[in-house]
């Protein structure tokens, strides 16, 4: 079954096997994470678990995630196209990509946000932050998830199945131009605003970031620790200083 559906791709035009099957793969990926986070809000609350808690808000949020695994998984495997993904097991060499793909991200996190702030340019208002504003913990909540979901299952999407789609079809430059634009595309409603543009833009570099150093480690691992790192990062920063532990910057 799954040899069959390979077999007959292989016999499509690359235009249409490359961004065919990327529009496929979202397609997929943005239905499993509505039928989860459906599935997940009447477990919660079967269970009894406050609608408006910030646990409540954090689960929500993770099933969305397993969504994205389930649709990745799913497709590599009825297609029978696990080639497509860096599934090397990292070693201790890939600790530099892990290192210097977090520290970019968060230079360039930095260093964009400073920028801006020094145009006077928006960067536009985050959903995240929107939802945790009132109950900050909930960016405490917010670290296992991305850590145990987003992270691996973001990366196995966008860089382990779109890159690998576009990069077959294409090479490696354009794999990781097209999986970046997917994934920023991808986020295009956590952000509103004047300068959604902006932060879109930022979201764009930081998922090139993340294809570069996947396609240098050829492990699927190192994106996802340095992604994982990264938000990370981001949520503790934000809670700190939500809860006025330290000044904004």
């Known amino acids: 079954m799954a040899s069959d559906v390979s077999s007959q791709t292989s016999d499509l035009p690359a235009p249409v096997r490359a961004f065919g099957s990327v529009a496929l793969v979202v397609v997929l990926v943005l239905l499993c994470a509505s039928i989860f986070v459906s599935f997940g809000t009447a477990i919660f609350r079967t269970v009894g678990i406050d609608r408006g808690s910030a646990l409540y808000i954090a689960l929500r949020s993770g099933s ?8 990745a998984v799913g497709y590599l495997t009825v297609t029978d196209q696990w080639e497509l993904v860096y599934r090397r097991v990292p070693s ?5 990509w892990i290192t210097a793909g977090f520290g970019v991200l968060l230079v360039l996190y930095l260093a964009i946000n400073v920028g801006l702030t020094a145009l006077g340019i928006d960067s536009g208002d985050s959903a995240v932050a929107a939802t945790a504003e009132g109950q900050p913990v909930l960016l405490l909540y917010y670290i296992p998830v991305t850590l145990l979901l987003v992270a691996p299952t973001e990366e196995l999407v966008f860089r382990g199945v779109v890159q690998g789609l576009f990069r077959r079809e294409y090479g490696v430059p354009f794999a990781i131009a097209g999986s970046s634009l997917t994934f920023a595309s991808i986020h295009a409603t956590s952000f509103t605003g004047e300068g959604a543009v902006v932060s879109l833009i930022v979201v764009l570099i930081l998922g090139g970031v993340l294809g570069i150093v996947y396609e240098k480690s050829e492990s699927l691992v190192v994106p996802v620790v340095a992604h994982g790192l990264y938000n990370t990062v981001q949520f503790a920063a934000t809670y700190a200083m939500a809860v006025g532990l330290v000044g904004s910057v």
């Open 64 to 71: 969305q995630f397993v969504g994205f695994g389930v649709a």
């Open 92 to 96: 201790l060499r890939d600790l530099k």
